[in-house]
């Protein structure tokens, strides 16, 4: 009877450990990420007035499944120091309307892409970072762009200089066809420039070239002579 008893209590304490176990909620000791999620719905939202430095991404592709820990740390220390800057990720894969949003936007020629400036106008100044995809050569990057401040656009004047905030109020002002000629000329006086440049630098690497290949007959000859007067002086101290 004892026995019985014993084995019973025995039993019961065995299902009420199991089952206080199973009613512990599970938790999840993973860290939240640094990494800001960014959508076609909370873009502009997000990116307002900052510095941006986004990953367009896939979770099925292979290289961007590579990327995510270095990304993770990158933004784990950018995102912590520089106020003005959002380091986000948009996945282009989640669903058709943000794949067509990433593609038209941001003009895709693969994944991952990631593009760092001014986010304004549905990221039309953006551009392409191809360099170093380590953590360390990310944070060194992330870091470089942060340190020139906010960018200086016509979403964000606050960042610019009195000089800028009067280009632009004077801009404001001019009608579509006063904007495209001036445009068209500034574009004008970039090509004259360019060609002006580039013949001054052939210019500089010509006179480069003559100048080493004289200092080149130069040497020569200061070297001969002193081998020369070295022999002589040898051949006198040797008799």
Request: aromatic letters at 8%.
């Amino acid at each position: 009877m004892i026995i019985q008893l014993c084995f019973k209590i025995y039993v019961l304490s065995i299902l009420l450990v199991s089952r206080s176990k199973a009613d512990v909620p599970t938790i999840d000791k993973t860290p939240p990420s640094s990494v800001v999620i960014i959508t076609k719905d909370n873009y502009t939202k997000i990116t307002s007035s900052k510095t941006v430095f986004l990953k367009l991404f896939s979770p099925k592709c292979a290289h961007c499944q590579s990327l995510a820990p270095a990304w993770e740390e990158m933004a784990q220390k950018c995102n912590a120091k520089h106020e003005h800057m959002v380091v986000g990720e948009i996945d282009c894969a989640s669903d058709s309307v943000q794949n067509q949003w990433c593609h038209s936007n941001f003009q895709l020629s693969g994944l991952p892409t990631m593009l760092y400036g001014e986010p304004s106008l549905e990221g039309v100044h953006l551009e392409e970072y191809a360099g170093d995809r380590s953590a360390s050569g990310l944070s060194r990057f992330c870091h470089q762009i942060a340190k020139n401040g906010p960018i200086c656009t016509a979403s964000n004047l606050q960042a610019c200089d009195t000089k800028t905030n009067k280009d632009y109020e004077t801009y404001w002002g001019w009608s579509g066809e006063q904007l495209d000629t001036a445009i068209k000329e500034h574009e004008n006086d970039l090509k004259t420039l360019e060609q002006q440049y580039q013949e001054l630098f052939e210019e500089l690497h010509n006179n480069y070239n003559a100048a080493a290949s004289k200092r080149q007959s130069n040497f020569a000859e200061r070297k001969a002579n002193i081998r020369i007067l070295k022999e002589i002086k040898n051949t006198i101290e040797s008799r």
